[in-house]
């Protein structure tokens, strides 16, 4: 372990020679003799002042303040939750004061540093307050997942402001890269206030955050008030992060990065990580800064994506340390013995004999289990009820009778050009992407024998676009829709990529999760970067549908699908067996004549292909997969997998948050994506707080 004065010593050194590289770097034709030349007290010309003054040094002063901010945000909520990966934008609080900021922009038109902060402490704080709250009930690992649905609902609404406004638009999709280029000085100036408020609140909760974590009681008894303390680092955390939002936007994985190097090189002692956690944050931010201007010539590569690209190796590597005690839940376990949980089933009100009858005929006879097929027959009617309501709902004014009418051809020929050439492609496609998420879902579950491992959160979705996007951009084709066939690919390519860092499925549980979860945040800054590079048009167009969208969905992009999903399903039916049989452990699978490892590949390949053709259909549609197996099991029963409902109420949900974004704002279209993920932020959390259990 590293005494305090080599580390400090490092790292005054490294961040000494970087605030000297970034005041020499630059992208103009300026030479570094120059800029030396002008700060030692040289004189120099009217372009020289302007690169100096008016870009670099403020640019370097922002990456100080903002680094150091989120550098000792993260270090305070990992030192108050007791949890070494928690940090401001894992756990939401970075989406919430994006959030502020967005509303403050479009609602109250805040353009200056000033205004900019005031609306990111509000958000801030209320994401503060709710991460803290729920903290104390959650383990390390699902307090990770609790800040990504709240993350999740948070980006939704954010996305939902800016599909109404292409202008805050336009700001938004360089401002959320973390960029700290252009800004001015008088920004950094008017945010300093603040970052020194959470600073001298940081060294001041020292002591307590020291007696805080050898347990509440004996904080009590030691002098200090938790409560007190807690609230404490929350405003703390908050006028931090939200300076640090406020200035160059949400940079995830910053604080993560600080907290781990500080513990790694001080061990537990509280002070001194806090200011170390500042040094380090500032360090790599300013590096990150330095490296962003020189590594893609004459461009700038995004900071948040540099700043990703290492933190997320890191939170992979924190995951899987013995610093993250298992909480309840977190492992899945080795062995479930047969009989045990025949009883557990029996006790859930699973499939019993009383619950199965035979239907007979002439020479044959099937067992049909009573309670899944009057679910299955529920969820058809409720996904044709949707799907009459789609076709109905709009500035029409049309009825459900005049609807199904022009679904038959008859009534007015403007009702029925509207219903059967724009509409029901529309809705089709929403089926066919919706039942294609359900079933990959419900594999992904059964897999990994947790309810969480699904396509969106273990990043196959977030591979699934960037192998789509790729596609467009390289292409001449006018839409990405003509690229659904890469989906599957880029799916594939992700979902080995999580399998080998990971170091395989069925026995890692939450940890499993974090490691997808770390996938799909890199490759959401990918996607925001590749946003960055296009056009405002293309890139209005492209963040629609990158966030999940039906918009001009039609037959030639659903059919081929659908046509997919008549091979793929019954490949699942046929499956059942075996993976119901995968519930139990290895040696008990083999002996029942199942290879638990070739019936995993099956199971794995066919939820990659299903989750990239939805992905191609209609981009990746946040939480479905994770909500349809869920709800379909819940009405079925545990007994058998939902192999049939999965993929019904899969469909049923997509038409119903396409419509309900169609029709939710007057003059503008929320995306069925943006939708899912408000509503699929608090059903996430839901799952957390009441899975006991894998």
């Given at each position: 372990?590293?005494?305090?004065?080599?580390?400090?010593?490092?790292?005054?050194?490294?961040?000494?020679?970087?605030?000297?590289?970034?005041?020499?770097?630059?992208?103009?034709?300026?030479?570094?003799?120059?800029?030396?030349?002008?700060?030692?007290?040289?004189?120099?010309?009217?372009?020289?002042?302007?690169?100096?003054?008016?870009?670099?040094?403020?640019?370097?002063?922002?990456?100080?303040?903002?680094?150091?901010?989120?550098?000792?945000?993260?270090?305070l909520l990992q030192s108050v939750t007791r949890n070494p990966l928690a940090e401001t934008g894992l756990l939401g609080v970075n989406a919430g004061a994006a959030l502020g900021v967005v509303t403050g922009i479009v609602t109250a038109g805040a353009q200056t540093g000033g205004a900019y902060l005031g609306w990111a402490l509000g958000g801030a704080l209320l994401a503060t307050g709710v991460v803290l709250a729920i903290g104390a009930r959650l383990s390390p690992l699902k307090l990770v997942l609790a800040g990504a649905a709240l993350s999740a609902t948070l980006t939704g609404i954010t996305t939902a402001v800016l599909v109404a406004d292409?202008?805050?638009?336009?700001?938004?999709?360089?401002?959320?890269?973390?960029?700290?280029?252009?800004?001015?000085?008088?920004?950094?100036?008017a945010i300093a206030p603040a970052v020194a408020a959470g600073l001298v609140m940081a060294a001041v909760a020292a002591r307590p955050l020291a007696a805080l974590a050898l347990g509440d009681d004996l904080a009590v008894a030691l002098g200090h008030r938790p409560g007190r303390t807690r609230l404490w680092v929350t405003v703390a955390v908050t006028l931090l992060s939200a300076a640090a939002v406020a200035v160059a936007g949400p940079i995830g994985f910053l604080g993560l990065l600080a907290g781990y190097l500080s513990r790694t090189l001080l061990g537990g002692r509280v002070g001194p990580r806090i200011v170390l956690s500042g040094l380090?944050?500032?360090?790599?931010?300013?590096?990150?800064?330095?490296?962003?201007?020189?590594?893609?010539?004459?461009?700038?590569?995004?900071?948040?994506?540099?700043?990703?690209?290492?933190g997320a190796p890191v939170l992979v590597v924190v995951a899987r340390s013995r610093a993250v005690a298992a909480g309840p839940g977190d492992l899945v376990p080795s062995r479930a013995p047969r009989r045990r949980l025949a009883r557990r089933t029996a006790r859930a009100g699973g499939m019993s004999p009383s619950d199965a009858r035979v239907v007979r005929g002439r020479g044959w006879s099937v067992l049909v289990p009573v309670r899944s097929s009057v679910a299955a027959a529920a969820l058809l009617a409720v996904t044709a009820v949707a799907v009459v309501a789609a076709v109905a709902a709009g500035q029409s004014g049309m009825t459900a009778g005049q609807a199904l009418g022009a679904l038959a051809g008859?009534?007015?020929?403007?009702?029925?050009?509207?219903?059967?050439?724009?509409?029901?492609?529309?809705?089709?496609?929403?089926?066919?992407?919706?039942?294609?998420?359900?079933?990959?879902?419900?594999?992904?579950?059964?897999?990994?024998?947790?309810?969480l491992a699904t396509p969106d959160m273990l990043g196959i979705n977030q591979g699934a676009v960037i192998a789509i996007m790729v596609a467009g951009m390289v292409s001449a084709s006018g839409t990405l829709f003509a690229h659904w066939w890469i989906g599957p690919a880029g799916a594939l390519a992700a979902a080995v990529a999580v399998f080998a860092v990971s170091g395989g499925v069925g026995r890692q549980g939450y940890r499993f999760i974090v490691t997808g979860l770390a996938l799909t945040t890199l490759a959401g800054a990918l996607t925001q970067s590749l946003l960055a590079?296009?056009?405002?048009?293309?890139?209005?167009?492209?963040?629609?549908?990158?966030?999940?969208?039906?918009?001009?969905?039609?037959?030639?992009?659903?059919?081929?699908v659908a046509a997919g999903l008549a091979v793929l399903v019954p490949a699942a039916l046929a499956l059942a067996r075996r993976v119901a049989v995968l519930r139990f452990d290895e040696d008990v699978s083999a002996g029942l004549g199942v290879a638990p490892g070739r019936t995993r590949i099956a199971l794995l390949a066919l939820a990659v292909v299903l989750a990239g053709l939805a992905a191609g259909v209609a981009g990746p549609v946040a939480f479905v997969a994770l909500a349809a197996p869920v709800v379909a099991a819940r009405l079925a029963g545990p007994a058998r997998l939902p192999l049939v409902g999965a993929p019904l109420t899969g469909a049923a949900l997509v038409v119903i948050a396409d419509t309900a974004g169609r029709v939710a704002a007057d003059g503008a279209e929320i995306p069925v994506g943006v939708v899912t993920s408000i509503l699929g932020g608090p059903f996430l959390l839901w799952t957390l707080l009441s899975d006991r259990r894998s």
């Open positions: 372990m590293f005494t305090q004065v080599r580390a400090f010593g490092l790292g005054a050194a490294a961040l000494l020679a970087l605030c000297a590289a970034s005041m020499l770097t630059g992208a103009g034709r300026v030479a570094p003799g120059q800029v030396l030349d002008y700060l030692l007290g040289g004189g120099g010309d009217g372009h020289l002042r302007m690169v100096v003054d008016t870009l670099r040094l403020p640019r370097t002063l922002a990456a100080l303040v903002v680094g150091a901010a989120l550098g000792v945000s993260g270090m292409p202008v805050t638009f336009d700001q938004y999709r360089y401002w959320i890269l973390g960029s700290l280029a252009g800004i001015p000085m008088d920004r950094v100036l380090a944050g500032a360090v790599v931010l300013l590096g990150a800064d330095v490296l962003a201007r020189v590594v893609m010539r004459p461009y700038e590569a995004p900071v948040a994506l540099l700043v990703a690209v290492l008859a009534g007015e020929g403007g009702h029925v050009l509207l219903v059967q050439e724009i509409r029901l492609p529309r809705v089709v496609a929403g089926l066919v992407a919706g039942a294609a998420l359900g079933l990959s879902g419900c594999l992904t579950q059964a897999l990994a024998r947790n309810r590079w296009q056009g405002l048009g293309s890139a209005t167009a492209v963040h629609s549908w990158s966030v999940g969208s039906l918009a001009g969905r039609g037959y030639s992009v659903a059919l081929p």
